[in-house]
């Protein structure tokens, strides 16, 4: 599978306020990337379940954990 690369990334903030995230519940690491308060699930749990979790990241954390840990 090619990997497209003629899409742009969409800013953070712009997909925190589509998916209906407070301001508080979103923590910027620069235009492309956050992190989302769990306290978020908490609030958003009476809307239906997402298809599609995408985690990204560029070196596992000091504890060996990685994509395939955060995502199972």
Do not use: Q
Not at 22 to 46: N, Q, T
């Amino acid at each position: 599978m090619e990997a497209n690369t003629e899409l742009e990334p969409v800013p953070v903030s712009a997909l925190a306020a589509a998916l209906g995230l407070e301001g508080d519940e979103v923590r910027s690491y620069g235009p492309l990337a956050a992190k989302i308060e769990l306290s978020a699930l908490d609030r958003l749990a009476s809307k239906p379940d997402g298809r599609i979790v995408s985690v990204t990241s560029m070196t596992p954390t000091r504890f060996g954990e990685g994509k395939t840990t955060t995502s199972i």
